[in-house]
């Protein structure tokens, strides 16, 4: 499967984006669907994931300020942040990890700047 991140962009301070990912084929029911995020000079952190049977997960630094969904009819992921902060800049990539067997997909990634 491949993944096709868009989105991304520059924000000032407070403002809003959404994320989308975009699966070539509908995968949602074998695998967890994650944002990850990563800052120059910093290690790739996990911002929010989507189990295959919906649970949900965000990153402390992210609660309350991000939401992830997915539209299984258009095999797409969200990533709607609001409030954002210079600290939320960073490349965001998508994650598929596979339940049966743990093998992971990455997206290219998309940039996502906010100035203060």
């Known amino acids: 499967v491949q993944l096709v991140e868009s989105g991304g962009g520059l924000v000032q301070t407070g403002g809003s984006l959404r994320l989308s990912c975009a699966a070539s084929r509908n995968i949602f029911s074998i695998a967890t669907m994650a944002w990850y995020r990563q800052a120059p000079g910093e290690e790739r952190e996990l911002v929010a994931s989507?189990?295959?049977?919906?649970?949900?997960g965000y990153a402390d630094s992210v609660k309350g300020r991000f939401s992830i969904s997915r539209d299984n009819a258009k095999n797409t992921v969200y990533l709607q942040m609001n409030s954002l902060k210079p600290e939320d800049t960073a490349v965001y990539y998508c994650?598929?990890?596979?339940?049966?067997?743990?093998?992971?997909?990455w997206g290219q990634g998309t940039q996502v700047t906010v100035s203060s």
């Open positions: 994650n598929a990890r596979y339940v049966f067997t743990s093998t992971t997909t």
């Open positions: 989507i189990t295959s049977d919906g649970n949900i």
